[in-house]
């Protein structure tokens, strides 16, 4: 098994030294080995003091404010030694500690050792004791951070952050031990370092061989590179020095040349009149050029023009396709409605339901030739329409009394005086009717009016 990416960082941030000691101060297993007299005395005098006593003696330098002391590596669930010991202790490390303590698992073995030092994890052994120092050692930084924490969620906090960024070796001992850690804040830690471990596990291998590889590879292309670096700088440096020398005498030949030409022809131009001629070419071609921008100029003007004129229209037309396909679904709606239940879902929601029959609109303007049409489309709605023609030929002084009478108004705003229009918007403020103002004179138009009505799609009177 190869060692884990947390393990190898871990050892970088402690090294060796730390193991050492710990080892040096562990006490192998009574087994196989028998304990020095100072460690068998201590072991045998804490094996006899009673567990009450213990507890008692813990509290002891915190008699003035009393908290739970943290948990033991023995102390943990079961579930919790693996990861504990496969991410806090690196391999070489859990080797020396197989050799010192005797495992029966192989030394070139590593996941046998790890299994062996798992199952003494969880009784309090020798090797448990001594595991439990080392990480109070290493990771007493650790523990310090956490120990700042005064509740389970600043212990997850805490956990979050460091599983961030990758430190999560200090971390995860210091929360699984603190007395203030949930059993679900363990069970999150657990699931953590679990699902780490098969995203660090899926290409480490090959990773570790690669760079090794590519290690050494470049050890090799460096020392290649700085011997040719230094032979290509001296004769760099060289052939430098001879370039510069010889491109001057050149530059200064070149130019000397070129000035002795360019001196020649201009002379030989004003003999003859060349230049003039050429500058009035020069300025002819200009002048047609500038022509020709400036008509390619206006065209493009034009076009710009157009474009707005086209672009104007076309919105237009959006507007009126837009409200020519929301007044056929109005009329489709009212032409369902005479036979109710045929489209499949409950009548309440549809228009002509119990809350508009009855109802009285007044519909001022319009078509007169249509006015037929609009009642019979109000009836099937179960609507009683009012209609007056906005001051054709009826008197607009009626328009307050029939206002009043009726429980809200509708008005094609294109068929309408625009006395009778200010007239309508007055009135109904004034009195606080529903005034449903549309576009069209036509039948589709008027449907979506009664169609808005019976949705309640506005109450303001002013809509």
Known sequence: ??????????????GDAEMKDALDNAAPPALFAPLPGKLAQQQAALAATPQTTLATLAAQPQAAAPKRSRRKLWQLEDKLHCPVVGTCLPMDDLAQLGKRFRFMAERNNEFSLHVEAV??????????????????????????NFDAARSDEELRRLWRQHLQLGDVAGALWALVTHPLA?????????????????????????DVRRMEAMGREIAELKQTLEMTRQETARRENLWQVKLQARLAEERQQDSREQ????????????????AMVDMGRKLLSLTASNEHL???????????????????SLATTRQERDLLAAEREALETLMMAESPGSCGESCDDCPGSESIRGRRILC????????????????????????????????????????????????PTDCVSHPAYYRIKSQCKRQGKPCFLFKGAGVSSFAA???RISNEESTSPSH
């Open 1 to 14: 098994m190869t060692r884990g990416i947390l393990g190898r960082h871990i050892q970088q941030l402690f």
């Open 364 to 411: 001022v303007g319009g078509r007169s030739q249509l006015v037929i049409h609009y009642r019979r489309l109000a009836e099937k709605l179960g609507i009683k329409l009012i209609h007056h023609d906005g001051g054709m030929e009826e008197s607009l002084s009626r328009l307050p009394d029939m206002i009043s009478g009726a429980d809200a108004v509708i008005c």
């Open 449 to 451: 009016a009664l169609v």
């Open 259 to 274: 000035e002795i030409q360019q001196l020649q022809a201009r002379l030989e131009r004003f003999e003859n009149g060349m």
């Open 294 to 312: 400036q008509v390619v100029a206006e065209r493009a003007r034009q076009q710009e023009e157009e474009i707005c004129v086209l672009q104007e």
């Open 182 to 206: 949930s059993v679900d804040t363990r069970d999150q830690a657990y699931g953590d370092i679990h699902m780490l471990s098969h995203q660090v596990g899926a290409g480490q291998t090959a």
């Open 119 to 144: 199952n003494q994890s969880r009784e309090k052994t020798p090797f448990a004791e001594a595991l439990q120092k080392l990480f109070e050692r290493r990771y007493l930084q650790a523990i310090k």
